[in-house]
């Protein structure tokens, strides 16, 4: 039960201890131009933090002046990914006093540019933005802005942007090599369409495990399973997932494993090989890519690469809000490494010697 008795600290309770009027504490606080003695600003953020004020979000946004609202797109809600990254974008914003707003593209680019128009009318303080087509007219409306924005999640090649990214590359190259590790050789790659960045490089590291393992790459090697129009805005991957296995399951032969593109392909995967009574890890692995938390929970948990979707929502979220706050710093241009997490759905593979 909530303890009533702790009172929320507010501005006039800083200026009774500091010594010094409520205005000149909302000037402190809230990032103003105004000027204040250097050590009279000291000593308010310090009592600040000790009695640990919490600036209300929700009035700051009611009274105007300079926005604390910040846009967020991204391609889809559905995605566990994109709502754990997304979660961490919302505590950074609000711990420093800005407001996110979350809209979602659907996959879509004209809804996504769409979006990106109504943030500009809204005049919002700064974007975050995980763009599914970042190329041309776009990009140079991206740089025509009057105000700071930060690309996140999708790697990009623009050396003076702003960008928390994720080597996909990389990713690919170890999830194939984890599997040939443990004696698979007919391995599937499954994907939707190779139309985003992100698909292009998981594919391309996937391919790089074949040849550096010297082992011939062939078209039976990758699924790009296709869902209708409608289908695809909305999947978040596991629809995707249920019809390659139907694909996988009418060949000939079925493949020792698949690397699917993200987790609810891999889960939407494996609930379909499981209702014709194909078991994994017993009759085929799966690896995905993402880690979402339900990976974990998931029967059999599924073995994954980490793709830090938290870290990229905060590190995203810092990095804008340090832009429009003014504080100096360089172009950051952040990409983090992939983790393979092992768990249940793959099995180890032992060949016979031959004599």
Avoid: W
């Avoid at 041309?136 to 702003?162: C, E, K, M, S």
């Avoid at 139309?195 to 010297?214: N, T």
């Amino acid at each position: 039960m909530q303890d009533k008795s702790k009172k929320k600290t507010t501005i006039s309770d800083i200026a009774k201890r500091a010594g010094v009027s409520s205005a000149t504490v909302s000037r402190v606080l809230s990032g103003s131009d105004y000027p204040v003695n250097r050590e009279v600003r000291k000593e308010i953020e310090r009592i600040a933090v000790g009695m640990r004020y919490k600036p209300n979000v929700f009035g700051q946004l009611l009274r105007g002046g300079t926005s604390r609202e910040i846009g967020v797109i991204i391609p889809s809600l559905s995605n566990p990914f994109y709502a754990e990254l997304v979660s961490a974008v919302e505590r950074e914003c609000f711990d420093r006093g800005y407001m996110p707003i979350i809209c979602s593209s659907q996959n879509q680019f004209q809804l996504e540019t769409k979006h990106l128009d109504i943030f500009q009318r809204k005049q919002v303080a700064g974007l975050l933005l995980s763009s599914i087509h970042l190329a041309g007219a776009f990009l140079r409306t991206l740089r025509a802005l009057p105000v700071p924005f930060v690309l996140f999640d999708q790697p990009y090649a623009y050396a003076a942007i702003d960008s928390v990214s994720f080597d996909f590359l990389d990713a690919g190259y170890k999830a194939a090599q984890f599997l040939f590790d443990e004696g698979h050789k007919d391995i599937v790659f499954v994907s939707g369409p190779l139309d985003r960045f992100s698909r292009k490089r998981l594919f391309e590291g996937y391919k790089k495990a074949f040849k550096e393992r010297r082992r011939r790459f062939s078209s039976q090697n990758a699924l790009i399973a296709v869902l209708d129009r409608q289908k695809d805005c909305f999947d978040d991957g596991f629809y995707r997932g249920q019809y390659a296995a139907e694909l996988l399951m009418n060949r000939r032969y079925l493949p020792d494993a698949v690397f699917a593109v993200n987790d609810m392909t891999a889960i939407g995967l494996i609930k379909r090989f499981e209702k014709d009574g194909v078991r994994v890890p017993s009759d085929i692995s799966v690896v995905g890519c993402d880690n979402i938390p339900f990976g974990e929970m998931f029967v059999p948990s599924l073995t994954t690469i980490d793709q830090s979707a938290e870290e990229t929502g905060r590190l995203a979220a810092d990095i804008l809000l340090n832009r429009i706050e003014n504080k100096p710093v360089a172009v950051n241009r952040i990409m983090l490494e992939p983790k393979l997490i092992i768990r249940e759905s793959v099995r180890k593979i032992h060949h016979k010697v031959r004599r």
